[in-house]
């Protein structure tokens, strides 16, 4: 038997198969049921997929619930003059699906330090406050704080409703790409560790540090009036 007349039977004996009326039920059934087998498979993911990105998740654990909700909740993200709220996956997630499936794969860690009980108490979530910090902070900074531009654009800003200084330094460094927003928003929606020895990773030039504050203290009045007069006296030296 020759190559083609090889193929010609296979052909046939397919084609056989596929108009048999039990084999054409079959597999009408079959194609449906694998259909809806898929739609349920994914409507399902995606339900557990929400579920798992709600506030009420995050905070179904003590520890989180007892430690950084509580912080969030004095914050400004939580309670403000025009009653938007950012929730936990919000600041946490990024909104696009591709970037949510990997930040979801990265989380999954958390599920070990809650079997063993890596901040289980208050103590132990002290201890481990700077390093858990330190790895979100740098999360944010290689992703370019894409979960802060979930709210916050950079093109929809209004400099001209902006302090001077803050509209200065977005226009300098935020819309330059020189910095993201947690170089110079740490500790935004929740409490800083000890900041003490650590580089905050940004730090705003002298020509934009401005003034003292109109509130300052009667000894800040005093040494801001001892420098000028200082200043003052070397500049007729010289």
């Known amino acids: 038997m020759t190559i083609m007349a090889w193929i010609k039977n296979a052909i046939l004996w397919a084609w056989s198969i596929l108009t048999t009326p039990a084999a054409t ?22 339900t557990a997929l929400e579920l798992t990105n709600s506030e009420t998740f995050c905070t179904s654990c003590h520890e989180m619930h ?3 909700y509580q912080e969030l ?9 025009s009653g938007v709220r950012a929730t936990c996956p919000d600041c946490h997630v990024p909104h696009q699906w591709t970037d949510k499936i990997a930040r979801k794969m990265q989380a999954s860690k958390e ?7 890596t901040i289980n108490t208050r103590p132990k979530f002290l201890e481990k406050r700077l390093e858990l910090a330190q790895h979100e902070w740098a999360r944010m900074k290689a992703n370019d704080s894409l979960e802060c531009r979930n709210c916050h654009s950079s093109v929809a800003m209004d400099l001209q409703k902006q302090t ?5 330094i977005h226009t300098r460094y935020l819309l330059s790409a020189q910095a993201t927003c947690i170089d110079c928003h740490k500790g935004i929606a929740h409490e800083l560790p000890n900041m003490e020895g650590i580089d905050p990773g940004w730090k705003v030039p002298k020509e934009l540090e401005g003034n003292k504050m109109v ?12 420098a000028k007069a200082h200043a003052s006296s070397i500049d007729v030296l010289e």
């Open 25 to 46: 039920i079959g597999l009408g059934v079959l194609t449906l049921g694998g259909f809806i087998g898929g739609v349920m498979f994914w409507g399902a993911f995606n």
């Open 111 to 117: 599920v070990w330090g809650k079997i063993f009980g």
């Open 164 to 168: 001077q200084r803050a509209a200065e």
């Open 215 to 226: 509130n300052a203290t009667p000894i800040d009045d005093l040494q801001d009036a001892i």
């Open 66 to 68: 007892d430690n950084v």
């Open 73 to 81: 909740s004095r914050t400004i993200h939580f309670s403000n003059r």
